[in-house]
């Protein structure tokens, strides 16, 4: 269609030179003359087109027009008020007159009611006994004729004073509109084939150049958007939470491995072999390789040995220790497998070891020593170290649960930490994540004694959610490691999806993290902090 108008205002103006008032021409695909604003809209875009190629020139009028209120066009179709009382009434000579309760009942008591006035002002009808009958045979509506002019032209042509007595009634309403007039332009021809865009290699070699028109530039467009990078959610929020690590003097563990034993990710942390978390519905085991490399001899030896008969102050498990169900190899479920391997490198020097990997983290965490000063003697170094990476779990996946997720972890060591260093430690980093209002509820993990479960208040949920769960590690997984008994090292988890999720709006997790994530989410997603 917008052809088809380009090909109308040209071949208007190769008749006649110019185009006085566009108003006054016939739209293809209208019956009605171009006269209505959306029509003048439509001849916009056309004229635009053609005068970017200097086809045609053109100059804008502004005019006033009319359009009809919802009122005023009830009026067009079903006639005025005082017209639809007259044709509801009964001629003179018909009877019975009709009463007011009759007349209201036939065609409303608005209209009714309305209408009755200007009836009898109009002289139309009259009362007879207690109704009403038709005092001329016929009428002349001219308000519904009025709207009906209106309608069709924007006007009347009884002339200003006519409109705004029809706006003070409330049936039509100004509406600013536009017309124009139009000349030849500079390149005018009466073919609206498509200039070129491009010089192209064909044309050089042809010398079709010398006669193609070309696109003028428009140095007013506004270009295209670039299709750079964007940071996908996850990462950003990854980021915020590893630089509020950073400043709180945490040095990064590192955590590459996927794959773990279920001797680091359950054993060490003193998770007894027949723990349900075990089991093949909740953990991933390899099936090839499915079997780990011995863990160091010794550490081994006293993790089997707090198992199967306790030490170190507890009485154990009581239960036969698998050297089978240790070196299995699976998936791990928690970054927590990461950071007891990290441990056991920390006390290192402790058992008289050295672990140059520890000792970097160690002197890359700055902390608060509480306790005896360095160079006690017993090898132990302070660290407050933390990762962020995957974990798997076998899991029914939903819309908020995948089979695996990110884990943000940290573990603080250090001698005669209690229990209140661990909340103040929370309330200081929820802060910095901006979430002031938090509380702890007693939890229970195999490796921590106390345990606490953290929740955070989400005002947009307004309930009191799950973000984390944390406690101090018990001497049952410390002392086999070789840490002395005044050290203590307490630790978290936090769910890295959640927090996101809730930052952008996220309901649906596979929108998140997965092939379904779409593109264009990511590269809008703002660089927000929480
Ligand atoms: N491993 C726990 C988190 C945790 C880490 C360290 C100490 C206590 C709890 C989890 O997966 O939920």
Redesign the pocket.
């Known amino acids: 269609m917008a052809e088809a108008i380009q090909q109308l205002i040209l071949d208007t103006l190769h008749q006649h030179g110019t185009i006085k008032d566009t108003r006054t021409l016939t739209l293809p695909g209208y019956n009605e003359p171009a006269a209505t604003h959306d029509g003048q809209i439509i001849l916009l875009g056309a004229l635009n087109s053609l005068s970017s190629r200097d086809m045609v020139t053109y100059t804008t009028h502004e005019t006033m027009s009319h359009v009809l209120t919802s009122e005023g066009s009830s009026i067009a179709m079903n006639g005025s008020h005082e017209a639809r009382v007259w044709s509801a009434l009964p001629s003179k000579e018909q009877r019975p007159p009709l009463t007011p309760k009759e007349l209201e009942r036939k065609i409303g008591s608005e209209v009714a009611k309305i209408g009755q006035g200007r009836a009898f002002k109009n002289k139309w009808i009259v009362k007879e006994g207690d109704g009403l009958v038709r005092l001329t045979e016929s009428i002349d509506d001219t308000t519904q004729k009025d709207m009906r002019e209106v309608d069709s032209t924007g006007t009347l042509k009884a002339g200003e004073k006519a409109l705004a007595e029809l706006r003070k009634r409330k049936l039509i309403v100004p509406k600013k509109g536009q017309w124009f007039t139009v000349h030849k332009g500079s390149n005018f021809s009466t073919s609206t084939a498509k200039p070129e865009t491009d010089l192209t290699v064909d044309m050089l070699t042809s010398g079709a150049w010398k006669t193609a028109s070309f696109k003028k530039y428009n140095f007013d467009a506004e270009g295209m958007p670039t299709n750079g990078g964007g940071f996908h959610p996850l990462l950003k929020v990854r980021e915020e939470v590893r630089n509020i690590f950073l400043e709180m003097g945490f040095a990064e563990m590192p955590t590459s491995s996927f794959v773990e034993s279920g001797f680091w990710c359950f054993d060490s942390?003193f998770v007894p072999q027949q723990h349900p978390a075990r089991e093949v519905q909740d953990t991933f085991y390899l099936s090839d390789p499915s079997t780990s490399l011995p863990p160091p001899a010794d550490y081994y030896a006293r993790v089997s040995k707090v198992h199967e008969h306790g030490g170190f102050g507890s009485s154990g498990y009581r239960a036969p220790w698998s050297d089978a169900e240790s070196r299995k190899l699976l998936l791990r479920?928690?970054?927590?497998a990461s950071?007891a391997a990290m441990l056991y490198k920390l006390a290192a020097r402790c058992r008289g070891e050295d672990d140059l990997e520890a000792d970097a983290l160690a002197a890359h965490s700055g902390t608060t020593r509480k306790g005896k000063e360095s160079g006690d003697g017993d090898g132990f170094r302070p660290a407050k170290l933390f990762s962020i990476d995957r974990?798997f779990r076998n899991e029914t996946m939903d819309a908020t649960h995948l089979a695996e997720f990110h884990?943000v972890?940290?573990?603080v060591a250090d001698r005669d930490l209690t229990l209140a260093d661990l909340i103040g430690f929370m309330r200081v980093f929820f802060k910095k994540m901006g979430l002031e209002n938090i509380r702890f509820k007693p939890a229970y993990?195999p490796?921590?004694e106390p345990?606490l479960e953290i929740f955070a208040f989400h005002p947009q949920l307004r309930k009191w959610v799950e973000v984390?769960?944390?406690?101090m590690?018990r001497p049952e997984m410390l002392e086999p490691m070789g840490f002395p008994k005044d050290v203590h090292v307490?630790?978290?988890?936090?769910g890295l999806e959640r927090p996101t999720m809730i930052r952008y709006g996220i309901s649906n997790i596979r929108t998140l993290v997965g092939h379904k994530v779409p593109i264009e989410n990511v590269e809008k997603s703002p660089a927000v902090r929480f």
């Open positions: 942390l479920t928690h970054t927590t950071s974990v884990q972890e940290g573990v993990n490796y921590t345990s984390g769960n944390s406690g590690f307490h630790g978290w988890g936090i």
